[in-house]
């Protein structure tokens, strides 16, 4: 996954599967950055994956629902997620297609650790489930 | 076709035919089986909606306090998603009339989606007020090695606190790890193993062939991303998934697999419920009795 921060709307659909684009499910917020405080901010409206804990080092970045994100490297390797997400509450699941096991992670918070159920494996994600 | 037509096309059916039929009240049979730790952490997609509304309204009023305008995000219609059982088990009913309601709640999200709200006023302030602040920042250490955080001061998390109880984030994070642990155990129970080797055989001479619970749902699941990538008939998937599903189904009755997991659960839970966890579930479960006795029995009835 390109790592590039320009147009959220094109991201979409170069992350999301086309599943997901064809679901439109963009969650597309503004562009201001907020915390985690890293050497990359998350985006306004993304959930991110950092493959260092505590949001070491620049997210990989989504922002609709995907079923497969281990083809993404920062979520296959992720240590560390952060939910900026202005609308919605996001359901990440540790397989892909939305497979159990699935975590919570309500906007504007993030695992600082991710342990080892969930630690280099997040498989899917679906926003505005909860 | 554009995607707009082929979904009005195509999609139209199924959401007739399918959502109609599963969306009808009563048919709740997946809270029936087996669910990690009692199911402490999982709502069903009517109780998740009654929660999400009363949530919304705190945090509109939280905001509105604070001098910010804020529109509440409707849920997605693809929330029946979470009433798949974590274990892969189905009723024979459900499986008969919604199947692993993979295509009925996809294909009600690709229709009926809501559109997130955009923030109508996002600033740094608005942000600030909605998700809080670093210095009200609080790391709650959970199982598993996991590390969590929230602000203490943003309108989510009051809302949170005020809906569901101080407690409940700090609470709820630490079972929902615990109860992921149990499926995770669960899934390695030589029980459970064996049992899903036997509706294997099982599946195998319904002519559906699958070794594990996830290789049936996800070739369900393949079929309808390819036809939704190439905006083809959804129908002949519908009916894919009502066939293999009705025979995981029988097969998994056949088996006993609601037994096995019973079995396997309860050793797996055993297992990460100590003395102290056993506190903290009793409080999770009164917190969640608490807020759905709330909710369900007066909506919009929300703390102030």
Known sequence: ?130 | MNPQRWAQVVLLPVLLGVVGCAAAPGRTATVDLPQPLDGVTYFTSAESSALHDAYEELVTRCMRDRGFAYRPTPLSSATRLRDINPYGLLSREEARIDGYRITSSLAGDAQARPRPAQAPTSTPGWDEALLGTEAHRVTVQLPEDHEMYYNSDGCTYQATAALYGDDWQRLYDTFQVLANRVVETVSQDAEFRGAQSVWSACMERAGQPARTFDEARGRIEGAFTRAAENRSDLMPVVRQELATAAADADCQDEVGMTAAVRAAQGRAQAAVLDTSRRGQLDQLRRLRAEVLRRVTASPGATPR
């Open chain 1, 1 to 130: 996954m390109r790592q590039e921060a320009h147009n959220p709307v094109r991201r979409v659909a170069r992350v999301g599967s086309s599943l997901a684009a064809l679901t439109a499910a963009a969650v597309i917020g503004s562009m201001l950055t907020a915390a985690p405080a890293s050497a990359d901010p998350c985006p306004g409206g993304a959930l991110c994956a950092y493959t260092q804990y505590d949001w070491g080092g620049a997210p990989g970045t989504v922002y609709g629902d995907n079923t497969n994100l281990l083809q993404y490297t920062k979520f296959a390797n992720a240590a560390s997620l952060y939910n900026n997400g202005n609308s919605c509450n996001v359901t990440v699941y540790y397989n892909t297609g939305y497979r159990a096991p699935a975590y919570n992670l309500n906007r504007g918070t993030g695992w600082k650790r991710l342990g080892s159920n969930l630690y280099h494996h997040v498989g899917s994600n679906r926003w505005c489930l909860y």
